[in-house]
């Protein structure tokens, strides 16, 4: 008889669908838990470092902007711990951040925390659609170019990948600011929806579909191109492979093999790449949202480095890891739903 | 099969992609080598009319920006920061990843354990957002710029390592190094990784590559070094003049995108030469 | 015995197969198989038998094609049909069962799934219709609980299990010619016989064409009544299983007889030592008799020129200038099925 997966129960023949035991749920929980905190543990960790090696501390910066007595100074270094030795300070810092408390921003007269809540959605739309976007316009292309392997559509599709894993996304912002904005005039040159237009519902949604147009697909074309690549190999891997044979010898419709068998294994390793995409988007977005006008975390990171206002641009840091690693989470179920192999172990 | 470095080279010019990759890399090493000596009075000087078109004064052939520096001396300036940072960050990188891979791989157990946990956390981190703090939190200089490339893109190569590591520290002649005696120093750095440099050797063009993009990136955003002019830097002046002469983001746009595409075609091209099995699967 | 049956229910004839059009691998292989008949292919791995099963699914991969010959399925060639009308009759009039039952499912996809998909492919059924089908399937096949195991995936299945599915799959449409490529090499050996004895009852009560491709004589022995033995790319000998093994005439066929492991039929490639050298490359096939660098027959004829298959006895035929004598003794009692 069969020889399940070592945490698996014995299947009994008449349970519909397979119950995950608790105790594996728990402890592979637990796991991607403690994974979490490390990355999270790291970020905080040289950010804490990076304000050390800044010239200059906190108080130095707010100094700067107001007169402070050196007694006020001292008052204040010894209320933030900052007379304290480096490891206590790090202490200090890591149960800070651990409650959320993210530092205030003395250019924005906020917390850094309150800040980012408002501009967070910008960014995660922008990325969301990315990410999806890439992954389906990629992979199509990589399919196409598989099918057709060695022929002119090949050739077209591969050359037009290697053309977008070159270009770095600003210029491509660039080069459609030039043709669609400023040359045609068709999508707005900057922004995320049009300012007091009074849309609602729908017409707000066309809105902003409309100004994020150029923002996305700036933003997608790099990793269309790493999902093109990455699809096609995967795909020619996975047409030489046995099933399907099988489903080609079952009298399969060519379309059916390829979409239906074919693909939904050719885009396993994909889904696991997506997680590095997040990351690598997130990354891109700042880039993104400083030339198209976009309000979000991106936009915010760099408006941090000119205020000089180093929490805040610590914040995006904490609060981009954070985003990153809660979206590999959501993957990693995804991808168990995808692949009835992966059992949690 | 042997795999000498001049062999390899050969092969690598006999490669259709590679040939070209190679003769566009050798033009902008050129540029950068020369730049000194064609424009000695370095790429900041004001000598033009701002905003001169190409082609429009026989003096400035790719024109002017909008102070009135000439394009051909930024653009073969910003060749060598380019260049510099992107190999200098390139093998920060690879020390670093190579140093973290072959001890993972080679001890595995526990310390394997801890730094590929570790890798995995900063593959996690978004790198360029790092690179953005570490910039701006430090301050902008060329050094700043390649430590900062070079924090955030070692894991790839870490892992890379790792996993040969792991594999050839199994094989005999490791086993037989570690019964005469040999110090695990000698055995991994005089006898696993000589065997693994082929993956090493593709991925660091592609890491020059990134590094290139994420300086010019960096300079775009005003985060680079001020006192070198780079392409990013150009790019980033040359946007507020888009509408009037988009010629002045063209050029050294052109020029980077020719040169990510020129060592992505030579890492292609040395995967191919370096991997015969894998070419063999793909005809 | 069927000597004066209707035209045969798959007809090969002279059929060639090439890598890049050029390098023939399969030549001048002429066989068929009546309804109801099971034919068993026999000869050392990389002869060319998967090749023809593929050959006749039209299924051939990469650089490899038919080159010339023609196969016949109920009289419709083959080889000219357009793909439109060869995919209608894959896993309808004609159904394949493969080697590895491990990789021949798709992981990601239930059991049921893609039985149910071969009924709705070639059958106007419901999802309803052809769910409650394939559940019968399952049964048929004697795979235990198949309502339960209709909404498994491959990978928790046992291979037994799986070459189970791959069998009922084939079946799904009734079709008319089966070709099974070594159905029980892959499996362990107390799982051989059952799968083996299910495959040869299915084909009697369906009155199915079988074409049994193996390595193994025994597995011939039991349940076919014609063997066609070939060697680098053509048959070499041919006839009724108590014709040919009861008395094989081709020095490679008593090769491979004598060759087996005791106690077995297997031709085991360490034990072929006995016939000395080894398969010549599709490249480097001589030109006379492609057995002849390998006979203890061999004389200056048969490097000079192709020998034919010619008949001998009955419907024996032979490949050869120099047979062994007609009543050659044999080491082993080799004979009719008890």
New interface residues.
Partial sequence: MTTPAPSLPEQTPQTGPRKVPSRAMLRYILRRLSQAILVMLLVVIGSFFLIKMAPGDFVDTLAGTSDLTAEQMANLRARYGLDQPVPVQLMYYIARLATLDLGYSPFNNAPVLDILVKRWPVTAILVVTSVSISMVVGTLLGVMAARFSGKPVDLGISILMLLFYATPNFIIAVILILIFSIKMNVFPIAGFATIASGYTGWEYIRDVAWHLAMPVTALCTFFIAIYGRIGRAAMLEVLTLDYIRTARGKGLTERRVIYVHALRNALLPLVTMAGLQVSALVGGAVLIETIFGLNGMGRTAFDAVFQRDTNLLLGVLFVSSLSVVVVNFIIDLLYMVLDPRVEIK | MSTSGHSVFRRLLRHPSGLVGLLIIALVVLMSASAGFIFPEGPWVLGGRPRTWPGVDPAFPLGTDALGRDMVAALFYGARVSLAVGAAAALVSLVIGTLVGAIAGYYGGWLDDVLMRLTDAMQTIPSFLAAIAIVGVVGASLSTIIIAIAVVSWPMIARLVRADFLRLRTYDFVQSCKIIGMSDLRIIFGQILPNCLAPIIVSSSVLVATAIITEASLAFLGLGDPNVMSWGTILSTGRPELRSGWYMTAFPAVALVLTVLALNLIGDALNDVLNPRLKERKS | MTTNAPAPLLEVDRLKVSVSRTVPIVEDLSFAIAAGETVGLVGESGCGKSLTALAI?R?L?GNLSVTSGSIQLDGEELTKLPEERI??????KM??I?Q?PL????????VGAQLV??LR??RKMSKREAAARAVELLALVRI??PA??F???P????GG?RQRV?IA?ALACDPKLLIADEPTTALDVTVQAQVLRLIKQLQREANLGLLLITHDLGVVRQVADRIVVMYAGSVVETGTVAEVLGSPRHPYTVGLIAARPSGSFAVDAQKLVEISGSVPSPEARPKGCVFAPRCPNAQDDCRASRPHLLPTTGSHELRCLHPMPASTPLSAPVGMPS
Wanted: net charge negative; glycine share 2%.
């Fill in positions: 699914m299924l991969a995919r209608s009759l894959r896993g309808d159904a394949m493969y590895e990789t021949a499912l798709n992981p990601v996809m239930t998909e071969v492919t070639h235990p609980d339960a195991r909404n498994e995936y990978h928790r299945m046992s299990m791959v799959m």
